[in-house]
């Protein structure tokens, strides 16, 4: 009777063991097959394409000042600044030009690079 039992005990180790065995075999495949899955589901995404910013779009305009009946536009007045101070000042790069309007006297005074005098005027 001994070797009876002993012979169903090892008989139940092996096959458990087998049992074991087939369940390893089995689950291998499955997670073999989740693997490429789960790889396409970790590959990055394709962005939306970009547009490309708008471009910016500058408004036309300009600056008119009215006075007892006569109009003058600021950007023609600022432009014969420039010239007059480059016809008499040869040579000098000017790096800053304010110009002064007094519609009352009919003059634009300008100040270029910082500096001033009763000789730096335009007619309007």
């Given at each position: 009777m001994a070797t009876a039992k002993a012979t169903a005990k090892k008989d139940a180790v092996k096959?458990?063991?087998?049992?074991?065995?087939?369940?390893?075999?089995?689950?291998?495949?499955?997670?073999?097959?989740?693997k490429p899955a789960e790889t396409k589901e970790a590959a990055p995404k394709k962005a939306p394409a970009k547009k490309a910013p708008a471009k910016?779009?500058?408004?036309?305009a300009s600056v008119v000042i009215e006075y007892?009946?006569?109009?003058?536009v600021a950007k023609d007045v600022l432009a014969a600044a420039t010239?007059?101070?480059?016809?008499?000042?040869?040579?000098?790069?000017i790096k800053t030009i304010e110009v002064y309007v007094k519609p009352e006297e009919n003059v634009a005074y300008y100040v270029v690079n910082g500096e001033g005098s009763e000789d730096y005027k335009v007619e309007l």
């Open positions: 096959a458990e063991a087998a049992v074991v065995e087939t369940e390893k075999k089995t689950a291998a495949p499955k997670t073999a097959a989740k910016k779009v500058e408004p036309k007892a009946g006569t109009q003058i010239k007059a101070f480059k016809a008499a000042n040869k040579g000098v790069t």
